[in-house]
C-alpha cells in the first residue's frame, strides 16, 4: 500500500470530525442561548471521536453517546445532537459490534424520549423529533449492516478469484509436468535402445577388428565415440524433462567445455575443421555455454551434411558483453540462392532469440556459408531483433 492510500482514509475521517463539530457548535450557538463552555466541550469531543470510526468504532461510539447525551440534557439542541451518534452506530454496525450499536441507540433514543415526555402542566411536547430520529437509527443500522455484508461478499469473491487462478495456474503447471514426462517416455522408448544398439555394434566391430590385428576404421570410431556422447546428452535431456526445475539437471548438458572433443569427432569423421578462440576463456552462463555448444554442433553437422569436401572454420570471440560464435565453410553454397531453413536453423534462431541475441545464417559472398551468433553475457532489458537470414 502506497503512502497516499493509507494516509487517505484518516484524512477524510479527520475531515469528516472537523466538520461534525464544526456544524453542531453552529447548530446550539444559533438554537440555545444557554449553552456554556462545558455544552462546547461535550460538541468539540463527540465530534472529534468521528476520526475513530474506522480504527475504534466502539471508542467512538461509547465516547459520541456520553457526549450528545450529555448535551442534549443540558441544552435541548434537537435532533442535530444525535447526528456523531448515528455515525458511529453505522461505524460499529459495519464493524460486526451490532449488539454495542444497538445498546448505544437505544440509551441515546430513550433519553430523548424521556425528554419529550408530558410536562406537569399537561402540555405534550412535539414528540416528531423523537420518532424521526427512530427512523434514522435505524436506517444507520441497516446502512451498516449491508455494507459489512458487502464487504464481507466483495472479499469472498477475491478469495474465491485467487483461488481461482491459483489453481488454474497448479493445473497448468501439473499438465505441463505430465506432457514432460510423457515426452521423456517417448525419447526414452524410441531412441535410447536405438542408440545402444549402434553404440554395441561399433563396440563389437571395433573389439573384432582389434582382436583380428585389422586396423580400425577411423569412421567406426567415431561411430562408437558419438554413440556415447548421444546416449549421454539423451539422457541429460531426459533429466531435464522430468525434472526441469532441479539445478544439476542442468548442467548436465554440454558446453564449450565439450567443444574440443566435439570438433574431434568431427575431424575423426573426415570433416577439417579449424578452431580460433579469441579473448580471454572464462566461465560463461550456462544458457549461453550450452547455447554456443549446440551452435557449433549443428553448424558441424549442416556442413558434413550439405557441403560434402568442404572444410569448416569455428571461431570463438569472447568479448567484454557477448560471446560470439562463428562457424564458416568454404563450401558452394550460392548467395543467390540461399538454401531453405531447416529445423537445426530454426533451433539455433529459437536458442538466440531466448538469450537476446542476434543470429546470422546465410551464404558468403566468397562462397560457402557462414553462422555467426552474439549471445550477450548479460541480460538484456530487450531482445534484439535479429537480422534475416
Request: hydrophobic share 45%.
Given at each position: ?140 443500522g441497516v446502512a451498516g449492516t449491508v455494507t459489512r455484508h458487502r464487504q ?238
Open positions: 500500500m502506497s503512502f497516499r492510500d493509507r494516509w487517505r482514509p484518516l484524512a477524510e475521517d479527520g475531515l469528516l470530525a472537523v466538520a461534525m463539530a464544526v456544524l453542531l457548535s453552529f447548530i446550539v450557538s444559533i438554537g440555545t442561548r444557554d449553552a456554556g463552555v462545558p455544552d462546547y466541550a461535550a460538541v468539540l469531543a463527540g465530534s472529534l471521536a468521528l476520526a475513530a470510526w474506522r480504527r475504534g468504532p466502539l471508542v467512538a461510539l461509547a465516547v459520541s453517546t456520553a457526549c450528545m447525551l450529555v448535551l442534549a440534557v443540558r441544552v435541548e439542541p434537537g435532533p442535530a445532537a444525535a447526528y456523531p451518534v448515528m455515525v458511529s452506530v453505522f461505524a460499529a454496525a459495519r464493524a460486526g459490534h451490532r449488539v454495542a450499536a444497538a445498546l448505544a441507540s437505544a440509551v441515546y433514543l430513550g433519553t430523548d424520549l424521556a425528554l419529550n415526555l408530558p410536562d406537569i402542566d399537561g402540555s405534550v411536547r412535539d414528540l416528531q423529533d423523537t420518532t424521526l430520529l427512530i427512523g434514522w437509527f435505524v436506517a444507520a464481507a461478499y466483495l472479499e469472498e469473491a477475491e478469495r474465491r478469484a485467487a483461488e481461482a487462478e491459483r489453481t488454474r495456474e497448479e493445473a497448468s503447471r501439473r499438465r505441463a509436468s505430465e506432457e514432460r514426462l510423457r515426452i521423456a517416455r517417448e525419447l526414452h522408448d524410441s531412441l535410447t535402445h536405438s542408440i545402444s544398439v549402434i553404440k554395441v555394434q561399433a563396440g563389437v566391430a571395433v573389439h573384432l577388428a582389434r582382436k583380428r590385428g585389422e586396423e580400425v576404421p577411423p569412421a567406426l570410431l567415431a561411430i562408437q565415440e558419438a554413440s556415447g556422447d548421444a546416449t549421454r546428452e539423451l539422457r541429460a535431456t531426459l533429466e531435464v524433462l522430468r525434472d526441469a526445475g532441479r539445478p544439476d539437471a542442468e548442467a548436465a548438458a554440454s558446453g564449450l567445455d565439450r567443444l574440443d572433443d566435439l570438433v574431434e569427432r568431427a575431424r575423426s569423421a573426415g570433416l577439417p575443421v579449424e578452431v580460433t578462440i579469441r579473448g580471454m576463456r572464462r566461465p560463461l552462463p550456462a544458457e549461453v555455454d550450452r547455447a554456443a555448444y549446440r551452435i557449433v554442433q549443428e553448424s558441424l553437422t549442416n556442413v558434413s551434411r550439405h557441403a560434402g569436401g568442404a572444410a569448416a572454420a569455428v571461431r570463438i570471440d569472447y568479448a567484454d558483453r557477448d560471446l560470439i560464435v562463428q562457424v564458416d565453410d568454404d563450401g558452394t553454397a550460392d548467395p543467390d540462392a540461399p538454401p531453405v531453413p531447416g529445423t537445426g536453423l530454426l533451433g539455433m534462431r529459437e536458442r538466440v532469440a531466448e538469450l537476446g541475441g542476434r543470429l546470422r545464417a546465410e551464404p558468403r559472398p566468397e562462397g560457402g556459408f557462414t553462422v555467426r551468433a552474439e549471445l550477450p553475457l548479460e541480460a538484456l532489458p530487450a531482445v534484439r531483433e535479429q537480422e534475416p537470414a
